[in-house]
């Protein structure tokens, strides 16, 4: 099996910030490689350098073959990308949204309208089709998002933390539609904080941390590294988290994660 994205050295500094100090990594075809890592561990970064949004300091990073800086429009017209947060236009209905998106891939009139009934008929989303953005809620949003990333059927889609801000029912809905796409053979690059969504989801597991790689492997393979007990605590409120981590520190063999979205330590 041939890898849809080779990552090298892949280094990117912000002023005094190294932001990727020496990224490696691959994806298959056709598979899905979870990125992991806490707030400001570099996953954005990597995605966003694949999607040629920004331009590495050094290494090379290439998808589908192709070299994500020499070759940044051959690349741009092979993947999908979806962000943290669902980028669509909140005044055109959700059909507009998708059809403007497929012009913009220059795909004919008709054939913008095709794809579009398609993609709204797979994500349940007809009967909301002429509906404005803006009378949507969180989950519906995100799966027109992620609709739009896939007008042009990209053999490669980049993931940024999908599942951001969905209440727990959409956000089983949207690990179905991105096994979904897996099952037709599209490649994921799939980056969350949430281990859970990564073992549901991905084939193989990266671990950054500040900018460095600090893990890789399956599920099976990163839980018999960590090895020892784990405790999982969900408190009433956000604003309990620092209490409940002062009551547990001193029992606590490592450093305790806080996660304010799920209330959990």
């Not at 799939?190 to 950054?208: C, F, G, K, P, S």
Request: proline share 3%; charged share 25%; hydrophobic share 40%.
């Amino acid at each position: 099996m041939s890898n849809a994205i080779v990552v090298e050295g892949l280094v990117k500094r912000f002023g005094e910030n190294t932001a990727l100090g020496g990224v490696d990594l691959t994806v298959a075809e056709g598979t899905v490689l979870g990125l992991l890592g806490p707030n400001g561990a570099g996953k954005t970064t990597v995605v966003r350098i694949l999607s040629t949004l920004l331009r590495p300091d050094a290494g090379r990073a290439e998808v589908v073959g192709l070299d994500v800086v020499s070759q940044a429009d051959q690349v741009r017209a092979t993947i999908g990308l979806t962000g943290q947060y669902a980028a669509v236009d909140e005044y055109l209905t959700g059909r507009e949204n998708l059809e403007m998106v497929g012009r913009l891939y220059r795909l004919g009139g008709r054939e913008s309208r095709s794809r579009a009934g398609q993609l709204l008929e797979r994500f349940d989303l007809t009967d909301a089709a002429n509906r404005p953005a803006k009378t949507y809620s969180g989950g519906m949003r995100r799966r027109l998002d992620i609709a739009a990333s896939l007008i042009a059927r990209p053999k490669v889609l980049f993931l940024d933390e999908p599942t951001t801000g969905l209440d727990p029912r959409s956000r089983l809905g949207m690990w179905e539609f991105i096994g979904d796409l897996v099952g037709e053979g599209t490649t994921i690059l799939l980056t969350t904080q949430y281990l859970e969504e990564a073992d549901r989801l991905a084939d193989r597991m990266v671990v950054i941390d500040r900018g460095q790689v600090i893990a890789r492997g399956t599920a099976d393979e990163l839980k018999a590294q960590v090895g020892g007990e784990r405790l999982e605590l969900t408190v009433a409120s956000a604003d309990q988290l620092a209490l409940a981590a002062d009551c547990l520190s001193p029992l606590a063999a490592g450093e305790l994660h806080r996660d304010p979205q799920t209330r959990r330590l």
